[in-house]
């Protein structure tokens, strides 16, 4: 029986408590949380719990999630594409995403998965939702990426891009192999829906074989929705409505569903979006690099739409992303008086919602009987910390502290911000190989 307490730490347990537990304890079990409260409360309670984790001050957090991954992109890192630079979001699919997917192996999908969840560990981010492409080696690809989610001991939802880009409707066969094993499995660790890459890459008849293998196993679609202005011009031309219209007309959407981006959408498609309880996923920083705009998310969670908050394969540090989202809408807006409620709930609300309709534990809070999934951040607060000045604190200070120790499922994976499962020189150094191999390919 795997059985400790953690004492000494400032427990900000999220969810439903609206507290701050100064000399907080959690008592863990296997791999739940059985009871939390003050430290010398818990220490009476269960004198038999001789294992104590001391959090010696440091703040205790639920694991955070990444509700828009690419663990792929692991690969392009250090990377220059050949040619002339990419002037535009197409040319940035075209001469860089669409050749490092296509060239990447069996083994690359492994560690350029195995890499970024590494550092999900150091950055206490406990489960992630990513998006798969490997055309080249797709049969097996969400398999080798499970593998090395288990290998980590974080928590993820996986999926294939379905695309018509190379055939039509390749991945489906994949995403519906994957599917099967998941709802075999009932893994607590995996979770998976129907990946489809964009509307600009699929036909309606691959849209409607899709449609029915996500009603078959009762799952949601995870889909880019127009990221760039192509998306949206490619759907006018071919079915005279806007993506989000011809989704929806298709039945792509729903409250289990993800649309990745939503930047390059009217008044109309928002409203879509409410009536049907389909998420947005905003990507802050890749849609910066991109250079694809400023999605309206404000104005949507004014609306009522829920939305995630996502790396797009850029991190896997969510307190940074949320803080870039602070900022740039507020520069957006020209209005300082904004997002200083709306970003932290993208990441600390919005993203439990979103997996909690995908896995069968309940993720995003400390609570009796929840999964005990928590990071301790090595943070020292230079003022009063309480439940009203916490978003303060995680806005300004927090994305600059560093992770001590983070826990999935009650497995230390990390302490004193050592890995204690994983050899990271190991992996580097091979995924250091690959990637040079990779990139020859390519050019």
């Known amino acids: 029986m795997n059985e400790y307490l953690i004492t000494n730490g400032t427990l900000i347990p999220l969810g439903s408590s609206q507290e701050v537990i100064q000399k907080g304890a959690l008592y863990i079990k296997d791999d739940k949380i059985e009871d939390l409260g003050k430290t010398s409360d818990l220490v009476q309670k269960y004198p038999q719990v001789t294992k104590h984790l001391d959090a010696n001050k440091k703040v205790i957090l639920p694991g955070l999630i990444c509700a828009h991954h690419h ?97 039509p409707g390749q991945g489906i066969i994949e995403s519906e192999r994957f599917l099967k094993r998941v709802s075999e ?31 078959k196993y009762q799952v949601g679609y995870h889909i880019h929705v127009a990221e760039g202005p192509g998306d949206v011009a490619d759907s006018l031309s071919k079915y005279k ?35 049907t309880k389909t998420t947005v996923l905003h990507n802050p920083e890749s849609n910066m690099n991109n250079a694809v705009g400023v999605a309206q998310i404000l104005k949507m969670m004014e609306k009522g739409i829920r939305v995630g908050l996502g790396t797009d394969g850029m991190s896997s540090h969510m307190p940074a992303q949320m803080r870039v989202a602070y900022l740039l809408h507020r520069l957006e807006n020209k209005d300082p008086r904004v997002a200083f409620l709306e970003a932290p709930k993208m990441l600390l609300e919005n993203n439990p919602s979103i997996v909690n309709q995908q896995f069968p534990v309940k993720l995003g809070a400390l609570e009796p009987g929840g999964p005990a999934d928590l990071a301790i951040w090595d943070y020292c607060p230079a003022t009063n910390l309480d439940f009203n000045s916490f978003l303060g604190h995680f806005i300004f200070a927090m994305p600059q502290a560093t992770v001590d120790t983070t826990i999935v499922g009650g497995k230390i994976l990390m302490q004193n911000k050592k890995l204690l499962s994983l050899d990271e020189e190991r992996l580097c150094a091979r995924s250091r190989e690959l990637a040079t191999e990779l990139h020859r390919r390519i050019t």
């Open 241 to 275: 409505v806007r993506p989000v219209e011809r989704l929806v007309n298709r039945g792509i959407c729903g409250e289990k569903t993800l649309f990745a981006h939503c930047i390059h959408i009217d008044e109309k498609e928002m409203d879509l979006l409410l009536q």
């Open 71 to 167: 663990l792929y992109s692991t690969m392009a890192r250090g990377f220059s594409p050949p040619g002339s630079p990419a002037s535009n979001f197409q040319e940035i699919l075209e001469k860089l995403w669409w050749k490092l997917d296509y060239a990447l192996s069996e083994e690359d999908v492994y560690y350029s998965a195995i890499i970024p969840m590494i550092e999900c560990i150091r950055n206490g981010t406990t489960t992630i939702v990513d998006h798969h492409a490997s055309p080249n080696c797709c049969d097996g690809s969400l398999d080798k990426i499970a593998e090395a989610t288990l290998d980590s001991g974080i928590r993820a939802s996986l999926c294939y891009e379905v695309t018509d880009r190379h055939k």
């Open 185 to 215: 499995e009932k893994s607590p660790f995996l979770a998976s829906c129907l990946g489809i890459h964009a509307s600009f890459t699929v036909s309606d008849e691959t849209l409607l074989r899709c449609r029915e293998i996500a009603e």
